[in-house]
Every structure is written in structure tokens, then in C-alpha cells.
């Protein structure tokens, strides 16, 4: 059983991570996540997202080919040059996403466009997705903040998403098979400006 932390110390010890225990999230615990989602503050209140949660293992890999297909469709030519074709990029581009095909849970936050104020939807989403991100790491959990790993165009493929949605970013989800170590604190002297900003 994963150890609860209070939301200070699960801000304070999160991490992102990229590979995942194959153990399946309760289903009581990622309601829980979903919920604190469900929380998170929205433009006007208007709450215009949804959460795809995405569990079975063959729907978490065809969203992430399909995403990885799109992503590398999406560039120009001059771009795939750089990086060795068409064919090396998509090869590389599943490789990196293979670890988050391991976290049991991908959970796909849409934008609704046709919400009362579809313009802050980019602000939103990723508000809701990092409050279930720290909800999650409160019971023991890791995540992941996703953008092109997870992409629009992805989800359209592979779940017939419609044009209303909007997917500024997802999160992946699990208990974490390796965690990255700690590292040092952010000095607040350095990054936090008090009263009027300071050029260096």
C-alpha cells in the first residue's frame, strides 16, 4: 500500500516518471485523482474539460502510436533531415515513449471548445492535470506531465476524437518502477522576485 503524504510533502518529493510497476491503480484511489481533478480551479468556473481515463494496455499503445505517427507527420522536411528521416524519428519517438506505455493509467485531458470561454481551455487543462498529479503522488503514486507524447491528432486515431476537443496535455500514471533521485531545492533568493523584478 502506497504511504499518504500531505499535499506540501507530495509537491515537495514529486518527480516525473517515465516507468511504471505493472500493478493496476485501485480503482477507489484513481477516483480519488480524478476527483481532486474534477477540484482544480477553472476560467469563470466553467469546467469545460473531460478525462479520458485510459487503462487496457492495447488502448495506452495504440494512443501512443498514433500519437507518435501524427507528431512526426506534423514536421517539415528540413526537421526529419535532422533527425534522420521519417522512418528514424518515429523509431526513436517509440522508444522514448515506451516507458509510458508501462504506467497502468494515461489519462487524456480534453478541452471542450465549446465552453463558454474555449480560449483559456490552455490554461485550464493543464491546472486540472497537475492538481491530479499531486493528488496522486499524496497516495503514493508517480505521474508525468505529457504534451507530445500524447497528441490531438493521436487521440483523434485512435479514439475518433471530434474537432470540438481540444488535448493540451495528459498524464501517466502508476506506481513508479524506478524514481529519479532528488535533487537540490530551488533557492527562493534566486527565483522569487519580491516587489519588482531584478535583472542579474
Known sequence: MPQELGALEAIAVRRSIRRYSPEPVPAAD????????L????????RA????????????R????????ALVASLSEERLARNGGAEALLRDTLQAAEGYATAPVIVAVLGDTKGPWPGYLKHDCPIAAATMMIAARSLGYGSVYL?????????????????????PCSIALGLPAEEPEAREPADPATYVWRGAPRED
Open 30 to 37: 484513481l477516483q480519488a485523482i480524478l476527483k481532486a481533478g
Open 147 to 167: 504534451t507530445d507524447t500524447v497528441t490531438e491528432a493521436g487521440l483523434r486515431a485512435a479514439f475518433g476524437l471530434s474537432a470540438r476537443w481540444v488535448s
Open 39 to 46: 477540484a482544480a480551479p477553472s476560467s469563470g468556473n466553467q
Open 62 to 69: 495504440r494512443l501512443l502510436e498514433e500519437s507518435a505517427k
Open 49 to 60: 474539460w473531460r478525462f479520458l481515463v485510459v487503462e487496457r494496455e492495447e488502448d495506452r
